[in-house]
Nanobody
Framework: QVQLVESGGGLVQAGGSLRLSCAAS????????MGWFRQAPGKEREFVAAISWSGGTTYYTNSVEGRFTISRDNAKNTVYLQMNSLKPEDTAVYYC???????????????????WGQGTQVSVSS
């Protein structure tokens, strides 16, 4: 079992920045690829970004490419999402997720992930 706890959400003006953190515990962190998803009110949960177990491979959805950066610190069992140039349409609950794998493959589909955090709210005002 893997426990994931997100933090760092909040209210920010458009154009601002936030950094989300997701602390993992319970299993060997490097056995997992990690991802960030988000869910806005009335919408389905959507993929945002993913990173391989080593951190060597990353992937982003088009709408955040160039503005968001996913990274991980395996010594701290933590994955991050640096969000810059935030827009009102980025407003959502952000979730981190873990997928058991020892390959370099990263995953962008919600159903592929094994564990989920409880989410952290990000609100961007115009």
């Amino acid at each position: 079992q893997v426990q994931l706890v997100e933090s760092g959400g909040g209210l920010v003006q458009a154009g601002g920045s936030l950094r989300l953190s997701c602390a993992a515990s319970g299993r060997t962190f490097t056995d997992y690829a990690m991802g960030w998803f988000r869910q806005a009110p009335g919408k389905e949960r959507e993929f945002v970004a993913a990173i391989s177990w080593s951190g060597g491979t990353t992937y982003y959805t088009n709408s955040v490419e160039g503005r968001f950066t996913i990274s991980r610190d395996n010594a701290k069992n933590t994955v991050y999402l640096q969000m810059n140039s935030l827009k009102p349409e980025d407003t959502a609950v952000y979730y981190c997720a873990a997928k058991f794998t020892r390959t370099r493959i990263i995953y962008s589909t919600r159903d592929e992930y094994d564990y989920w955090g409880q989410g952290t709210q990000v609100s961007v005002s115009s």
